[in-house]
């Protein structure tokens, strides 16, 4: 894999790199002159302090439950679900979707496909989702070539649609299984499977038992590893990060088994649901009402649909934390920081637009833990940004060195989060604690873009972009008022914290 050749020789994972971070991180702090912390606001350091606890405090709860969920919780369902395993082995259904995909990458997913078909005790059916001629004589090659007559009980469902986009994709292929397997048992499992993601072999095997759990549980999805193909190795190592990130709050989010998401590069879903037609119906087309927007139809996010479906009609889902599916990692652009803009906003446009909505499920429907992390996305978005305004409002009011302060803490603090890391992978970078910092901050300031600009989507491989209903005067009422509705939530944060400070001596102000 691309992800171990990009580790060998990295200069960034050697115990040099880390000790030049460290010493970097000692030269700040012993600028630092004694006494400079003095000429701060106390009352200021103080509500900075209990952010700061709350926030860190939160996040180790994270790790905890994560930890707990990985070594103790899973295992034992794992063990349960192997022990209560139907003699019967269930119909495997694969819906891939590709478009828009290099002809080796679609070789290698397609490939994995048949090898997990072929390890499935039971039937299969593979529902080819494509939109070229190209990748269609791919798939019906590797099919006769890996599959061919070896197995009757394997079949291969060729489904050509226009490149309007994945939720039609999604549509069209679940379409496609009611129409195949028109006796679809309560049993029986779909994955929905990216173009860009390789399965492995017993993914069946280890994961279909556990929906037979409980009723209730209603889809599951994967670790993922990254696997770099085009791109600077910064690349790498920023998306090795998020997805040892994102093993520690899934995990943690497992043991609620109501994870935030089911991601669209691999899920494992009861056939019964995917061919419900209220479940096709909100994926193909789902939209959200705005009170300063109007209606609107949602075009990235599809995976956020599923998810919300499910959790709105009580599912639980499931996260199972010691299976990978690897997915090949293209960027839209390369350059880091555009490419690194372009995806954070699609992926925090999706997360923001659907957590309005199940919030207001409220937390006795799908549990208060969930809905609490929840409103903790939105509200991250600012403490986040409290510590930096802090920083340089205080410089600008007190001392200087209240900048030199900042980058010390920040940069001690991220690289103790960092650590936490190795706990899910081997390897660590010294570039991790930098993209923590990037992350944060200008994570931050895109999601409160797509918070105030809830209507901009677009995909990364496709042109598809949402077209606007509204004439031109509302469509450019609609622009700006979103904008203003941006500058001026960044305005009241720095006013926030300005008098808090003091910096802004408004009179009569609630000094805490």
């Not at 192997?82 to 002809?103: K, M, N, Q």
């Not at 001392?399 to 991220?414: C, E, K, L, N």
Request: charged letters at 20%.
């Amino acid at each position: 894999m691309a992800t171990t050749k990009a580790s060998a020789g990295d200069f960034s994972q050697s115990a040099w790199a880390h000790l030049l971070y460290l010493s970097v991180l000692a030269a700040l702090v012993a600028a630092v002159p004694v006494g400079a912390l003095d000429a701060m606001d106390r009352h200021a350091i103080l509500a900075i302090g209990i952010i700061g606890t709350w926030r860190y405090g939160w996040n180790l709860f994270h790790f905890v439950r994560a930890l707990i969920y990985q070594r103790i919780v899973f295992p034992r369902m794992a063990a349960r679900a192997v022990a209560i395993a139907s003699e019967t082995p269930p119909r495997a259904i694969f819906l891939v979707t590709s478009f828009r995909i290099d002809a080796h990458t679609t070789s290698q997913v397609y490939r994995a496909v048949f090898a997990a078909a072929l390890a499935h005790d039971g039937p299969s059916t593979i529902i080819a989702s494509v939109v070229e001629m190209g990748d269609q004589r791919i798939v019906k090659q590797l099919f006769s070539r890996i599959v061919g007559g070896a197995r009757g009980d394997i079949r291969l469902v060729l489904v050509r649609i226009a490149g309007t986009g994945k939720r039609d994709a999604l549509a069209f292929g679940f379409r496609a299984i009611r129409a195949s397997v028109p006796e679809v048992d309560e049993n029986d499992i779909v994955m929905v499977i990216d173009g860009d993601s390789m399965v492995p072999s017993d993914i069946v095997a280890r994961c279909a038992p556990l929906l037979r759990l409980d009723p209730k549980i209603g889809a599951l999805t994967t670790d993922e590893m990254s696997e770099l193909r085009e791109g600077r190795r910064i690349f790498h190592h920023w998306y090795s990060m998020r997805f040892a990130q994102r093993q520690i709050y899934m995990s943690s989010m497992g043991l609620a088994k109501r994870v935030l998401t089911l991601t669209g590069r691999m899920s494992m879903f009861r056939a019964t649901l995917v061919c419900d037609p209220d479940f096709i119906r909100q994926v193909e087309v789902d939209t959200i009402d705005h009170w300063r927007i109007g209606r609107y139809r949602l075009l990235t996010g599809d995976d956020k649909s599923t998810w919300f479906w499910l959790l709105r009609n009580g599912y639980k889902m499931v996260y199972v934390p010691d299976l990978i599916v690897h997915t090949v990692e293209v960027p839209p652009q390369p350059d880091f920081i555009p490419a690194s803009l372009q995806l954070m906003t699609r992926w925090f446009g999706n997360m923001l637009r659907t957590s309005s909505r199940a919030i207001a499920l409220g937390p006795g429907r799908i549990g208060l833990f969930t809905w609490w992390s929840l409103i903790d996305q939105r509200l991250s978005m600012w403490t986040s940004l409290t510590g930096l305004t802090f920083a340089v409002l205080t410089s600008i009011t007190y001392t200087p060195w209240a900048m030199v302060v900042y980058a010390a803490w920040i940069m001690a603090s991220r690289y103790l989060i960092m650590l936490l890391l190795l706990s899910q992978r081997r390897e660590v970078s010294a570039w991790y604690p930098l993209l923590l910092i990037y992350n944060q901050i200008v994570g931050s300031l895109v999601k409160i873009y797509a918070l105030t600009h809830p209507d901009r989507q677009r995909w990364t491989r496709q042109k598809t972009t949402f077209a606007s209903s509204h004439g031109r005067g509302r469509a450019l009422a609609i622009s700006l008022t979103s904008h203003a509705a941006n500058i001026l939530s960044l305005l009241a944060l720095v006013t926030a914290v300005g008098v808090w400070v003091g910096t802004f001596p408004i009179p009569f102000a609630l000094r805490f």
